[in-house]
């Protein structure tokens, strides 16, 4: 998909019987204008019209780039 990135927000939770410590995760389709930004970057996101039938959010910027491979000829 070109000029979209699907963003996995995770948040950690306390169950609150078991009193486990459990992680939840939600993807969010997010437009990137610019194509700044890579998979394994972390991204700031904000909401937006709707642009299509699933995308609601928007990419501000890279706060964190994730470390490039380079390619093995």
Same mark, same amino acid.
């Given at each position: ?18 009193? =486990?410590?459990?992680? =939840? ?26 642009l299509? =039938? ?14 490039r491979?380079?390619e093995?000829?």
């Amino acid at each position: 998909m070109d000029k979209t990135r699907v963003v996995r927000v995770t948040r950690s939770m306390r169950h609150a019987f078991y009193e =486990k410590v459990m992680t =939840k995760s939600k993807k969010f389709h997010a437009h990137d204008e610019a194509n700044q930004s890579r998979e394994g970057d972390t991204v700031e996101i904000i909401s937006t019209r709707p642009l299509s =039938k699933t995308k609601r959010w928007r990419v501000v910027r890279v706060v964190k780039a994730a470390p490039r491979v380079s390619e093995v000829k």
